[in-house]
């Protein structure tokens, strides 16, 4: 029962250009919706996070959108760089427990 | 800085061994965690602990027993390796409650094969 899909197993843009990694999950009852980063032998690293009573949340050049009636989430990069290539993960977490569901992954590369 | 710390990166086990992944975090975060990543799969919950002495089965605890007799360490136990166990296992830690408990923070990994 996969709660979390990522649907693109891989990404590659071209520096300077936007990045948009997209995330779907099935269960309404979740508060917090996240975004890793993992470069290779590596931890993931926590990027951005957007509680599930706002439809957006921007850091710098990484925003993340959030659409409930679609149970649907986005990362947008912009611009993206060469460092920007990783991993990417995104995540739910609901209140009532603290165990934290994650997607597969989509590998993002971004070319000079 | 929370630093998680696993005591392995790399490790070659047989199949039938026991084995025993270590995991120690400097924060004081009542919540630890396993994962295990593999192509395709993505983390998938192993076990977590919200208190010492405390566990929780997560997605995929078969084959596996964790351990933990103080806040700051995690231990996951294979009783009797099988080469299905071959991954990578990440160990993870988060504060407890909604504030800052949806954020976690991982080890680098240890990548177990079992031949």
């Known amino acids: 029962d996969q709660q979390v899909k990522q649907n693109s197993p891989s990404l590659s843009v071209q520096e300077g250009r936007i990045s948009i990694l997209n995330c779907d999950y099935t269960?309404?009852?979740?508060?917090?919706f996240l975004w890793y980063k993992k470069y290779p032998a590596e931890g993931p690293t926590f990027l951005i996070s957007?509680?599930?009573?706002?439809d957006k949340n921007e850091d710098g050049r990484f925003t993340v959108f959030l659409n409930k009636s679609a149970k649907h989430l986005s990362l947008h990069i912009v611009p993206s760089q060469p460092g920007d290539s990783a991993v990417y993960f995104c995540?739910?977490?609901?209140?009532?427990?603290?165990?934290?569901?994650f997607g597969a992954g989509t590998r993002l590369t971004v070319k000079p | 800085d929370v630093k998680v710390t696993q005591s392995s990166r790399y490790l070659v086990k047989r199949t039938g061994e026991k084995v025993f992944l270590e995991c120690v975090q400097d924060?004081?975060?009542?919540?630890m965690f396993w994962y295990r990543q593999d192509p395709g799969l993505g983390l998938r919950l192993i076990y977590f602990?919200?208190?010492?002495?405390?566990?929780e089965k997560g997605d995929i605890p078969e084959g596996y027993s964790v351990s933990r007799e103080k806040k700051e360490r995690f231990s996951l136990i294979l009783e009797s390796a099988s080469t299905n166990q071959t991954s990578m296992y990440l160990c993870?830690?988060?504060?407890?409650?909604?504030?800052?408990?949806?954020?976690?923070?991982f080890g680098s990994g240890t990548q177990l094969s079992v031949l």
């Open positions: 993870a830690s988060s504060l407890s409650g909604q504030v800052g408990g949806e954020k976690l923070f």
């Open positions: 269960n309404s009852m979740f508060d917090y």
């Open positions: 957007i509680s599930s009573i706002k």
């Open positions: 995540a739910v977490f609901p209140y009532n427990n603290n165990d934290m569901r």
């Open positions: 924060m004081d975060h009542e919540n």
């Open positions: 602990s919200y208190d010492v002495k405390m566990k």
